[in-house]
C-alpha cells in the first residue's frame, strides 16, 4: 500500500542550507522510489488557517518511507531543513483503492 510523508513547514529560510538541502533530497529518495507528490504549490484556504507549506512524498510502502527517513544519506541532511524552517513531519499509509469513508468504522 503506499505510504506518504508528510510534512508541514512554515519560517523557512532560503539561504545557503536549504538550497543544499533541495539539492540533495532527490537522491535520498531514489533508492526507496520516493516521488514528490506535493511540493508547496498555490494553495486555496477554504477553511481555517494555513499559513505552511506542504509537502508529501509517496513510498510503495510504510518500510519504504521509514527506510528513507531513517538512511545515513537522508539524516545527513536532514539538519540543513530543521535549522531553517519550523515543521511536523508524518509517515503514513495511504488507503486501498476503492476505500469509503465508513471503512474507518470496521477497521481494527
Given at each position: 500500500?503506499t505510504?506518504?510523508?508528510?510534512?508541514?513547514?512554515?519560517?523557512?529560510?532560503?539561504?545557503?542550507?536549504i538550497?543544499?538541502?533541495?539539492?540533495?533530497?532527490?537522491?535520498?529518495?531514489?533508492p526507496?522510489e520516493?516521488q514528490?507528490?506535493?511540493?508547496?504549490?498555490?494553495?486555496?484556504?477554504?477553511?481555517?488557517q494555513?499559513?505552511e507549506?506542504?509537502?508529501?512524498?509517496a513510498?510503495?510502502?510504510?518500510?519504504?518511507?521509514?527506510?528513507?527517513?531513517e538512511s545515513?544519506?537522508?539524516q545527513?541532511l536532514?539538519?540543513?531543513?530543521?535549522?531553517?524552517?519550523?515543521?511536523?513531519?508524518?509517515?503514513?499509509?495511504?488507503?486501498?483503492p476503492?476505500?469509503?469513508?465508513?471503512?474507518?468504522l470496521?477497521?481494527?
Amino acid at each position: 500500500m503506499t505510504a506518504y510523508a508528510i510534512a508541514r513547514l512554515s519560517n523557512v529560510r532560503m539561504g545557503a542550507e536549504i538550497k543544499a538541502y533541495l539539492a540533495g533530497i532527490d537522491d535520498t529518495l531514489r533508492p526507496f522510489e520516493g516521488q514528490f507528490v506535493i511540493h508547496g504549490g498555490k494553495r486555496t484556504v477554504v477553511e481555517g488557517q494555513w499559513n505552511e507549506d506542504v509537502i508529501a512524498i509517496a513510498f510503495p510502502d510504510l518500510d519504504h518511507a521509514r527506510s528513507w527517513y531513517e538512511s545515513s544519506a537522508y539524516q545527513r541532511l536532514l539538519p540543513l531543513r530543521t535549522r531553517n524552517s519550523v515543521g511536523d513531519v508524518i509517515l503514513i499509509d495511504g488507503v486501498s483503492p476503492g476505500h469509503q469513508a465508513t471503512d474507518i468504522l470496521t477497521a481494527a
